[in-house]
């Protein structure tokens, strides 16, 4: 799934927090009904449940979950409905409906009655799995692909975990859900993974991961996190000493406005992986923070560092300067010109820091360059809609 730059900029030029806000509460307050969506599962000789969706928006480029946030500490499990069966020739893919319409929004209501119900969340990351996926034996995706999950998980102020710091990081306790959910249709965890390129040494936040409970979450789904095959811990490294192909894979741009090459965190960007994006819904100072900024984090420290402005990009020792373009500078300021002058939203702001239009402009190419090298499986973004977010 790739968009062309010309589409993004547009698309990102279009986003203004207000109405969209406007719209979600519209969308959310008048729900209509939708298809049922009647996954197959693999072979067992327990009943499959019934799943339904719930309703539907056909406007343009994301995959919404409405799940309420946040969270006490405990590890939650649940028992899967479907019997974990994963063997060589096995496949999987996305159900038929969401698959015959990749111009769609799907928007999926739950029944989380407050934001600190870490069952409840569990259990509607749980389902969701279990209604999206489709086993099968003739065609899809190997289910000895990596699952490559991206959520967001940046700097928290040590707030990741608490109630006060909803609408932060995508809820630890949907993710938790989803990937049981995902095990009980026969992914195996050995083969799934959860990174970020901030958690190295000298990335945005480290130290933070304790506040996220993520590490438990890691811990108790048994999923590939914080650890390499080298036993080697993420937060112990930088990319001086990181290992191609086993802990960074890099990719070159084909057309790169910004970049020559970008380092990303393994298994991202890794053949044979599958990419799942599950972003969170939340404000930020260029507008909005969603799919494509969530990706960012795929990253090494510092080509993660979208949001930095040019000034601080050419103070990078030579060694890190070699993996962007040489003439960066002129070719953001000609699109900048370009894009001012058809009347990008917010382009007109003065300055070059990441939300003034010259910023913003800079983030969106390096934005560019990192999709054009990136397959995405499916994105969706789990959100809260009663809370003021905060974060990247």
Same mark, same amino acid.
């Given at each position: 799934?790739?968009?062309?730059? $010309?589409?993004?900029? +547009?698309?990102?030029?279009?986003?203004?927090?207000?109405?969209?806000?406007?719209?979600?509460?519209?969308?959310?307050?008048?729900?209509?009904?939708? !298809?049922?969506?009647? @996954?197959?599962?693999? !072979?067992?000789?327990?009943?499959?449940?019934?799943?339904?969706?719930? !309703? /539907?928006?056909?406007?343009?480029?994301? &995959?919404?979950?409405?799940?309420?946030?946040?969270? @006490?500490?405990?590890?939650?499990?649940? &028992?899967?409905?479907?019997? @974990?069966?994963?063997?060589?020739?096995?496949?999987?893919? /996305?159900?038929?409906?969401?698959?015959?319409?990749?111009?769609?929004?799907?928007? +999926?209501?739950? #029944?989380?009655?407050?934001?600190?119900?870490?069952?409840?969340?569990?259990?509607?990351?749980?389902?969701?799995?279990?209604?999206?996926?489709?086993?099968?034996?003739?065609?899809?995706?190997?289910?000895? %692909?990596?699952?490559?999950?991206?959520?967001?998980?940046?700097?928290?102020?040590?707030?990741? #975990?608490?109630?006060?710091?909803?609408?932060?990081?995508?809820?630890?306790?949907?993710?938790?859900?989803?990937?049981?959910?995902? +095990?009980?249709?026969?992914?195996?965890?050995?083969?799934?993974?959860?990174?970020?390129?901030?958690?190295?040494?000298?990335?945005? =936040? !480290?130290?933070?991961?304790?506040?996220?409970?993520?590490?438990?979450?890691?811990?108790? *789904?048994?999923?590939?996190?914080?650890?390499?095959?080298?036993?080697? $811990?993420?937060?112990?490294? *930088?990319?001086? #000493?990181?290992?191609?192909? *086993?802990?960074?894979?890099?990719?070159? @741009?084909?057309?790169?406005?910004?970049?020559? $090459?970008?380092?990303?965190?393994?298994?991202?960007?890794?053949?044979?992986?599958?990419?799942? #994006?599950?972003?969170?819904?939340?404000? %930020?100072?260029?507008?909005?923070?969603? =799919?494509?900024?969530?990706?960012?984090?795929? =990253?090494?420290?510092?080509?993660?560092?979208?949001?930095?402005?040019?000034?601080?990009?050419?103070? %990078?020792?030579? %060694?890190?300067? +070699?993996?962007?373009?040489?003439?960066?500078?002129?070719?953001?300021?000609?699109?900048?010109?370009?894009?001012?002058?058809?009347?990008?939203? $917010?382009?007109?702001?003065?300055?070059?820091?990441?939300?003034?239009?010259?910023?913003?402009?800079?983030?969106?190419?390096?934005? =560019?360059?990192? /999709?054009?090298? *990136?397959?995405?499986?499916?994105?969706?973004?789990?959100?809260?809609?009663?809370?003021?977010?905060?974060?990247?």
């Amino acid at each position: 799934m790739k968009m062309k730059r $010309r589409q993004f900029l +547009k698309m990102l030029g279009l986003i203004v927090i207000s109405p969209l806000l406007k719209a979600c509460d519209a969308i959310f307050g008048t729900p209509t009904a939708t !298809p049922t969506l009647t @996954p197959t599962f693999p !072979p067992t000789d327990t009943p499959s449940p019934t799943e339904t969706s719930t !309703p /539907l928006s056909e406007t343009p480029t994301e &995959t919404l979950t409405e799940t309420p946030t946040e969270t @006490p500490t405990q590890t939650l499990t649940e &028992t899967p409905t479907q019997t @974990p069966t994963s063997v060589a020739g096995e496949f999987f893919s /996305l159900h038929p409906f969401i698959e015959a319409h990749p111009e769609a929004v799907f928007i +999926k209501r739950t #029944n989380v009655p407050v934001k600190t119900d870490a069952q409840a969340k569990h259990s509607a990351g749980f389902e969701f799995a279990q209604e999206i996926f489709v086993y099968g034996t003739a065609a899809g995706i190997p289910l000895s %692909h990596k699952i490559a999950i991206k959520a967001n998980v940046t700097y928290t102020e040590g707030m990741g #975990n608490t109630a006060a710091g909803i609408g932060i990081v995508t809820d630890r306790h949907f993710i938790e859900g989803l990937i049981e959910g995902m +095990k009980g249709l026969g992914f195996q965890a050995k083969d799934m993974y959860l990174r970020e390129g901030n958690w190295l040494k000298n990335g945005y =936040c !480290p130290t933070d991961l304790m506040y996220t409970g993520y590490e438990e979450m890691a811990e108790a *789904t048994g999923i590939n996190s914080l650890y390499f095959p080298s036993g080697r $811990r993420i937060t112990d490294l *930088t990319l001086e #000493n990181l290992q191609e192909g *086993t802990e960074v894979i890099w990719k070159e @741009p084909p057309d790169g406005v910004v970049f020559k $090459r970008i380092g990303y965190v393994a298994p991202y960007n890794q053949a044979d992986t599958w990419l799942f #994006n599950i972003s969170k819904f939340k404000a %930020h100072g260029m507008g909005m923070t969603l =799919c494509a900024k969530n990706l960012q984090g795929m =990253c090494v420290s510092p080509h993660v560092r979208f949001c930095e402005g040019v000034d601080a990009t050419l103070k %990078h020792p030579e %060694h890190i300067l +070699k993996d962007f373009q040489s003439g960066l500078v002129d070719r953001i300021t000609k699109l900048h010109a370009q894009h001012l002058a058809v009347g990008f939203p $917010r382009w007109d702001r003065p300055g070059g820091g990441y939300s003034s239009g010259y910023g913003m402009e800079t983030w969106a190419q390096r934005t =560019c360059d990192s /999709l054009s090298v *990136t397959n995405i499986g499916l994105n969706v973004i789990e959100a809260s809609t009663d809370v003021t977010a905060m974060g990247s």
